[in-house]
């Protein structure tokens, strides 16, 4: 399974073994000179556990957000990334080889995440909310209903970036 699916309707994401699989792959990939072969639609979150205190470091696809490129759009489809940056708490994320700080903001109301895609879609075409890997169609605008159903499944990580 792919993730990927003729329509917006059958869309499912990667089951969570295949997906714990290639982030054994990609996290080392991120950190090494070779990062260029992915980092243009993966980045590093670093991020510290509310409960736990630990530090977590996994990979999500992004998409750059913002006129200055100071703000990155990420996506998390059953992840538990988006629960942790609740309330702001500054987070790393290494992006194109390097590390740079960001304060997040996760938006978790369907409407305001299809409304953030329908304006990815926009700015930088179809393939940029393709990319994202959240079910939406990357040769031609998504439909309200598909940003719709796609906002019901997804949350979005606002990065803005610090340092």
């Known amino acids: 399974m792919s993730g990927r699916a003729d329509t917006v309707d059958d ?3 990667p089951p969570v073994a295949i ?3 290639a982030n054994r792959i990609v996290r080392p990939l991120l ?5 260029v072969l992915v980092s243009r639609r993966l980045m590093l979150l670093e991020y510290t556990g509310r ?4 530090r977590y470091r996994i990979p999500v696809a992004y998409r750059p957000w913002g006129d200055d490129c100071d703000e990155i759009l990420a996506t998390s489809v059953g992840t ?5 940056l609740r309330g702001g708490r500054p987070v790393r994320l290494r992006l194109r080889g390097r590390w740079r700080t960001a304060e997040p903001r996760v938006v978790e109301d369907p409407a305001q995440v299809a409304d953030l895609l329908g304006d990815l879609a926009g700015r930088q075409g179809p393939g940029a909310v393709a990319a994202l890997r959240v079910g939406l169609p990357g040769d031609r605008q998504p439909t309200r209903d598909e940003l719709l159903l796609a906002g019901s499944r997804v949350r979005v990580g606002r990065f803005r970036i610090t340092g």
Do not use: D, E, Q
Request: cysteine-free; hydrophobic content about 35%.
């Open 11 to 13: 869309w499912k994401p």
């Open 19 to 21: 997906a714990r699989a």
């Open 31 to 35: 950190m090494s000179p070779l990062h």
């Open 51 to 54: 409960r736990t205190g630990t």
């Open 80 to 84: 538990g990334w988006p629960v942790n």
